[in-house]
């Protein structure tokens, strides 16, 4: 008794033993629950039919659709949309119901689901049934940090697989376009057309406006009227000048006139002659200076005018000095003669500068009142110019924008789209369901599993002490030693003989203690 170890001593090795003896004792049920077990997976695993993935992905760029172009403006064009966004939105479009339903529809519900078209259900349509089996065996998802989808598609017949996935992105990029595109070509052709009308009508007014008024270029104009009015003023200025010498000089021959000596009826045929040649000499600067004139301006300008004016009173001039001339034929003092011979040509110039001036005031008064008129016809110029400049940007932004849309329209026609295929699918040439080595591997493990839950389960409902630990926890009294079983086979008397021993032995020690025993049945 003294070399018995006690209970206790080393738990984690009576688990152990406690673990192993229940295993031990009900090996037979392990074996056939986990042979029935993988026995049963291996056989559903070759009985379900095979079950195809074809797959394709897709590559979605930020085109024009995904571009925001204001109707109106200047406004440059600006994303609608990030890429997160633009992903999620094109996975809706391609799992959209009518879609899904077009390509079963194309394929035909015979083809792809021939039990549901022999047998098909009383509450809901075939079509509808077949769009949400399709839609259960439909993958469609994004692959993360990059525009590109991935689309596969599961069925029992690898040739439906790859035809439904390659149709339903066929149909997708279609109906892409039917998305995105808008019927804007017509509208905008007619805007275009309305916007003509006006900038032709504006062009018109401002055309018959130019030539009503004489209006080329009102700039120019207007310097041409300013650079005339300020010679003009000069001129008036120049004359007024002349005019004031020629007074003070007329006054200051009277006054010498006055005191001179002689006989004022006396004169001489040659002196009055140079009055003539005098004058005749100032007719002939007014001639040269028409001719200068006339190759600056025009036959109806002002200075040209004035300067034929000023011919025509030399002229008259001419004329009464040659009538007096050809009546008179006398002798006098010859500084009286020259005096008055002076007298007379300061009379004249003095007459022909006054003649300037005031037609030099009326010609100033006139380019004035050109010149306003000149501004009141610029502003009227202006808001017709202006009307014009707005119709015809109306017009050009209508024409960039229906040259878009007809652009837009032809690549719709086309079916040109941001959508590019990377992979088209493929006939799968081995299926993704059943995975018959890795079912076999599960139901190993799980047939493991089960066989040793049985086990224990087995030894619970048994309720009978097989271990020291067990009889010591049931039981509430400490076991003092424990005996091993011989495995040599005895009689039946020496085996209850031995049985009965302990037993007798717990009745016998009372309180004192267990002495426990362990048997093995064979």
Partial sequence: MENVPLIGQNNQTGSMRDFLSVLFRYKLTVVIVLVAIVITVTLISFLLPPVYEAKSTILVKFGREYINRPEVGDSRPLMSLNQEEVINSEIQILTNHDLIAKVITTITIAKIYPELAKQPPSKMAPLETAVLEFEKKLTVEGVRKSNVIRISFRHEDPQISAMAVNLLVEMYREKHLQVFSEPRSSFLESQLVSYEHKLKSAEDKLEVFKQKNRLFSIDEQRTLLLNQRMELDNSLKSSQNSFDELQKKFSYLKNQMKSATGERALYTQTERDKIIVEAKSKLLNLQLNELELLKKYKEGNRLVINNRKEISLVQGFLKEQEHDIGDKVKSGSPVYQSLEIELIKTEA???????????????????????????????????????????????????????EARISDDLDRMKLSNISVIQPASVPAKPVKPRKLLNIALGIIFGAVSGVGSAFLSAYAAQTLTTPESAEFHLGVPVLTSIAHNNELESDSKQ???????????????????????????
């Fill in 496 to 522: 209850k003989d031995r049985l009965s021993y302990p037993i007798c032995q717990i009745d016998n020690l009372g309180k004192q203690g267990l002495t426990s025993f362990e048997t093995s049945v064979e």
């Fill in 349 to 403: 110039e003095l007459n022909a500068q006054q003649a300037k001036a005031a037609k030099l005031k009326q010609q100033i008064v006139q380019v004035d009142g050109e010149i306003q008129a000149l501004d009141l016809r610029g502003k009227e110029m202006q808001n017709l110019n202006r009307e014009k400049i707005i119709s015809e940007k109306n017009y050009l932004t209508y024409a960039d924008r229906f040259e």
